[in-house]
């Protein structure tokens, strides 16, 4: 393992003010090198550095840990996770909360699969396929996603999957201003957070929005 990696991501939990165990830490480091390994062969991130995804990719997934363990969810999804963003990072540092990872990609379920295996995270389950088109057993408590392209679209898209109380949690860059004039009629703001996240420069935010 690569002591000025785990020294890295040590040092940027720290900044987060998190308090993560080791085992976790060793299961973090774990995720970002088969993240890196497998990116090569299934294209599941543009950024090929190791280093550079630790900061866009691992940090800025745990930049979102406290504001959804202030919500004690017992059901998450991460729609549209790609390689596992947020999902995976949130998954063990959160192993009482059962996490749903979902994306239409195969190649980038097929690599979820080996995470969930490799690292044991018995509260993870996978699902390959389009969001119109699952339908859980049970609804969630919260859903998040860094991958939409607009809110309207998470919105729109996800709220058959939203328990009554729940909560959309959307990671977005800019504060955007405009994407939540367009919803405003479906959903209400509850919070915004400014995210400050380690090795990373530019602006991000986690939106808390609940339906009306």
């Not at 996800?158 to 729940?166: A, V």
Request: aromatic share 6%; proline share 4%.
């Amino acid at each position: 393992m690569s002591e000025p990696l785990k020294a890295r991501l040590t040092a940027g939990i720290a900044e987060l003010g998190l308090t993560i165990t080791e085992h976790q830490t060793e299961q973090l480091l774990t995720y970002l090198q088969e993240f890196h390994k497998w990116n090569r062969a299934y294209n599941l991130s543009a950024v090929r550095d190791i280093d550079a995804m630790l900061d866009r990719h691992l940090l800025d997934s745990l930049s979102v840990l406290a504001h959804v363990q202030a919500r004690t969810p017992r059901r998450l999804i991460d729609v549209g996770t790609g390689g596992g963003l947020p999902g995976i990072p949130l998954a063990i540092a959160l192993p009482d909360c059962q996490i749903t990872l979902l994306d239409s990609n195969g190649k980038k379920t097929r690599f979820l699969f080996h995470i969930k295996t490799l690292l044991k995270l018995n509260n993870v389950s996978v699902e390959n396929r389009r969001v119109e088109q699952f339908r859980p057993d049970q609804p969630f408590d919260i859903v998040i996603s860094r991958a939409f392209a607009s809110l309207a679209d998470m919105v729109s898209g996800c709220e058959h999957l939203l328990s009554s109380g729940g909560l959309f949690m959307a990671m977005k860059g800019v504060y955007p201003e405009a994407e939540l004039a367009e919803v405003e009629s479906s959903v209400e703001l509850m919070e915004s957070h400014r995210l400050r996240v380690p090795g990373n420069e530019g602006e991000r935010h986690l939106l808390e929005l609940k339906r009306r």
